[in-house]
């Protein structure tokens, strides 16, 4: 038996493909037409552009910051010189300054004072008692320390005082040590470098 679909015979066997195939080749048939025309070159839009200057002014903007801070914390990070240090651990030991924690507070503000004195005037004060370092003091021919000899030595043994003998400031004595220290600080303490 022999099937017609359109105008061939076709045989039983590829009767199944015909009967699938011919909807699609009529319907093809008729949407394209047999002859083209020309057609102008098409335009590849620039969809590329936009997140590429997008992305390249981030870029620039992310580098001009980075050598702004980069340069003002170069100003910000100078050297401090002994005396601003000095300065910044007697400002450290105000936490200490109550009257429990008194004997912390003259064992910080003592190191800070004898560690300043030995780098700023070349003179031994963390290996000595306060009675030898003031005798040293007598001999030294350092002006400037001499100078603060009795200062120095009302701070020391105020400070030795509450470290060994165990006893206890008020608030307003360790106000007035700390302001002696930094007193002498400021006095014997060199210019700020540029």
Known sequence: MKAIIGTRPVTRSCAWFALISAPLTAAVAQTVPDIRD????????????????????????LCAFLVWRWRHRAVRQRDLTLSERTLERLDGTRPLMRPATARAFGIAASEAIRDYIE????????????????????????????????????????????????????????????????????????????
């Open 38 to 61: 020309i057609r102008g070159p098409k335009a590849v839009s620039a969809s590329w552009v936009v997140p590429a200057v997008v992305a390249g002014t981030i870029i620039v903007a």
């Open 119 to 194: 780098k700023r005037f070349d003179v031994v004060a963390t290996q000595r008692t306060t009675e030898e370092f003031l005798q040293t003091l007598l001999q030294s021919s350092n002006e400037s320390l001499a100078r603060h000899r009795a200062l120095l030595a009302e701070f020391l043994q105020q400070c030795d005082f509450v470290k060994f003998g165990g006893a206890s400031l008020e608030v307003t004595d360790m106000e007035s040590l700390l302001r002696a220290a930094r007193s002498f600080v400021l006095e014997t303490g060199q210019p700020p470098a540029a």
